[in-house]
């Protein structure tokens, strides 16, 4: 599961896109740690708030990653958001696997159609450019759970 963390300093919150106003974001890591860039955005949901970073760089940027990579990541959110925790989904630079993993929570946990969850990346993540075969996998993901 994803790194939790309770209370850290003031947030930089230009390095993070808010999709879902105290519950979920993606972000950028590049050429951070995650431990390095988790220390400096944490507050950005409120003091002393859970916040569960999931990295998915263990996701190829682009084709060839098993259907079950992204069921995991997704259910790995779920869990975190279940338990009352915000949720901040990580990839290198924040403009394809993060938001391909907050599209599918989008409509697994809050709802959203697929229509909807990607219209509110595009609209929220500036610069978000999401490879197709990770819209396809999590189109998947998503017919299949």
Known sequence: MGIVHTSYQKAVQDQMNIIVDGLLATMGL???????????NANVFGPGKQVAFIDVRSLLDGCGNPPEMYDNLIDDAIVHLKA??????????????????????????????????????????????????????????????
């Open 30 to 40: 590049w050429p951070y740690s995650l431990q390095n860039r988790a220390v400096s």
């Open 84 to 145: 009352g925790r915000s949720v901040v989904i990580c990839c290198a630079l924040g403009r394809s696997r993060s938001n391909a993993i907050a599209i599918g929570v989008l409509v697994r946990y809050f709802g959203k159609s697929y229509v909807q969850a990607q219209q509110l990346i595009f609209d929220r993540v500036p610069g978000a450019k999401i490879h197709p075969c990770h819209l396809d996998a999590v189109q998947y993901s998503i017919s299949t759970n």
